[in-house]
């Protein structure tokens, strides 16, 4: 992947030490920013909380072009900048109306299945070889999230299913984004993908739409924020460190997921939730350092 601009500069703090931080820094900004979404669904539609993160989200990031000029817009991968933007909108569309009824450390859960969901389209779509560990390994992140799911004992509720499809179609973004990576920088992708999220999340939040509040527009303000603040912190932390050394780092985002739904919503996580979602990250973070092991072999 193309790097991109540094944003992000600190001391003289190890390399890996620095990395790990800033995921874990990463993973808290964007838990903050998933329990405003919580509680902006009490009063607005996901629609329109789309929309504004979408847009806050442009606005902040087109800020940069002042330092880097038009360049980070050149490019000739359009199209596929329209689709994955259509699905990023997509994905964040489901995920936001299951945070408004599934607890938020259940939601961080299951949504470490994306790169589950991702390992399996790389094998169908671009002919990535699997092998017996990998098999493995996808095998106990699968039972993880039935775990979580607990079919036979309760019929899993409808923001699991909003969850579960989030993370699907993520996955199918994470496909799309290792295509682009070859040739277009972090930056790149992050403007077009606000680009092409704000109008099509404003077309479907027209006929919903309820004007904010000035109150409501400081937790909007507050959702676009945070969420642009997780991604330059996860891009900055992966320049830092290596992926196989910041991987693990991002279960932190359950800890934070419960202490913020305890502090907040009072939710109380049950060891389900704790069980299945270690069996996924864990399935994840082997997955992560064997085909960067793999990757080394080569070189």
Known sequence: ??????????????????????????????????AMVRHLTRELDSFEIAFFRALIGLILLSTLLVR?????????????????????ATSIILFYRGLGLVPLAKATALNFSAPLFATMLAVIILGEPIRARRIAALAVGFVGMLVILRPGWEAPALGDFYIIASALVFSVVMIFLKVLSRTE???TMSLYAGIFMTPVTLVLALPVWQTPSLVQLGWLLGVGAFSVLAQILFVQGLREAEVTAVTPVGFVRLLWAALIGYLFFAEVPDAWTWLGGFMIFASVTYIAWRERRLQGAKV
């Open 1 to 34: 992947m193309k790097p991109g601009p540094a944003l992000l500069t600190l001391g003289k703090t190890p390399n890996t030490v620095r990395g790990m931080g800033l995921v874990a820094l990463s993973a808290l900004s964007g838990t903050v920013a998933n």
């Open 68 to 88: 880097y000029g038009l360049a980070p817009l050149r490019t000739r991968r359009l199209g596929l900048f329209a689709v994955r933007g259509i699905l990023v």
């Open 185 to 187: 920088s972090t930056l």
